[in-house]
């Protein structure tokens, strides 16, 4: 989503409501976006998706987002160095407030740990992609957990980035 970049925030609202007239109930934001990132303009995707879902009902749609990993955009969450568990509820309490909701119904790890451990997680094996010291993807993601029962987070997926 370009929101808060290329679009303004009643272009964007326009646009929104034209995809949910036309059929549309699934929405993708993400902490970083709109792209490019910057400070200026990280999770605008996200505060402008969420006021526009005040005027809506919220049941009626699906809300996806994303968090970014370790990366050089200090602005996001002090630049962490790590996904570990923290970094991951500290993306989603940012998410949930800047979307202004209760539960996002999809996180998605949209720039996972390089250096996760090579293991199964029951979806994906991950392999480190640099020389910093292997953290293992499990122990972060099983974190999350006290998140979902509450409802505060449906299903947590890492989508890879490397083939495997």
């Given amino acids: 989503m370009q929101f808060g970049e ?3 925030e009643p272009t964007s609202h326009s646009l ?3 995809a949910a007239d036309g059929g549309v ?3 993708d934001v993400a902490e970083m976006y709109p792209v490019p990132p910057t400070a200026e303009t990280a999770g605008a995707s996200e505060r402008i998706l969420g006021s526009w879902l005040r005027t809506r009902r919220r049941d009626d749609f699906e809300i996806i987002t994303k968090v970014a990993g370790p990366g050089s955009m200090p602005w996001l969450r002090g630049g962490p160095e790590r996904l570990d568990g923290a970094a991951l509820a500290a993306a989603l309490d940012g998410s949930l407030a800047r979307l202004g909701v209760d539960c996002v119904d999809l996180l998605l790890l949209h720039w996972p740990d ?5 293991e199964d997680v029951g979806w994906i094996a991950t392999r480190c992609f640099t020389s910093h010291h292997a953290l293992p993807l499990h122990p972060p993601l099983a974190q999350l957990r006290p998140h979902v029962w509450p409802g505060r987070l449906r299903p947590v997926v890492r989508l890879p980035r ?3």
């Avoid at 390089?114 to 090579?118: H, I, Y």
């Fill in 114 to 118: 390089r250096c996760a451990e090579g």
């Fill in 16 to 18: 929104l409501s034209q």
């Fill in 162 to 164: 490397h083939p495997v």
């Fill in 6 to 8: 290329a679009l303004d």
């Fill in 25 to 27: 109930t699934s929405f």
